[in-house]
């Protein structure tokens, strides 16, 4: 496969019920891994939420080019890093708080499946998993060495699926991977020492 989200649709002129049943059998499963990647990219509560809505619009939308039978978690995340580079990233750079009333509400409608329990979702089930100064350091660190931390050591994709997710060789994957963990382990330096750790 060369890649995740291919230009060629499988099959085209889905019906309506074939749609939803594909996007509820494939998409909806990973909502909660979404929201987490939408979170700690964005490191905002709102801006996660829209940036997983604004997602699963563009699946529903690019529905037919998703091939069934391969792996839907990475071509989600494919898109939702997408999303995030081409528009989240760029709007977090203006200075004035962005207004995201503009996101549409088609996903929202009757037609679309429920996912109304993402808006529920909290920043503190992700805290969670990863100790706060673990979080913190994280996101501490810029968002492309974040990002593949995320992919490879809570997300547990393969380097393979990462180069596919961010349109890098595995090579980068590798290298990156290797600088971002430094990253990280620097940062938690000092907290390893006060936790009585070898540092």
Not at 9 to 35: C, L, Q, W
Not at 58 to 81: P, V
Not at 163 to 175: E, N, Q, Y
Request: hydrophobic content about 40%; aromatic content about 10%.
């Amino acid at each position: 496969m060369s890649a995740i989200m291919s230009e060629a649709p499988m099959k085209k002129g889905y019906t309506d019920a074939e749609k939803h049943e594909v996007f509820n059998r494939e998409f909806m499963p990973h909502i909660d891994s979404m929201y987490n990647f939408a979170f700690r990219l964005t490191t905002d509560e709102d801006d996660a939420n829209d940036l997983v809505q604004d997602t699963y619009l563009k699946a529903f939308r690019f529905i037919s080019s998703f091939e069934q039978g391969t792996n839907a978690k990475a071509w989600l995340f494919r898109i939702l890093k997408n999303s995030f580079i081409n528009d989240y990233r760029k709007k977090s750079k203006q200075p004035a708080k962005v207004d995201y009333q503009e996101v549409e509400t088609t996903y929202n409608s009757e037609d679309a499946a429920d996912t109304s329990h993402t808006v529920d979702l909290r920043a503190d089930a992700v805290q969670d998993m990863i100790g706060d100064e673990v979080a913190n350091a994280l996101n501490s660190l810029p968002v492309d060495f974040r990002t593949v931390i995320i992919l490879c050591d809570i997300e547990g994709f393969t380097y393979e699926e990462m180069a596919k997710i961010l349109d890098i060789p595995i090579g980068t994957v590798r290298s990156r991977l290797h600088r971002a963990r430094n990253l990280l382990k620097e940062k938690l330096r000092n907290y390893a020492g006060s936790m009585g750790y070898d540092a």
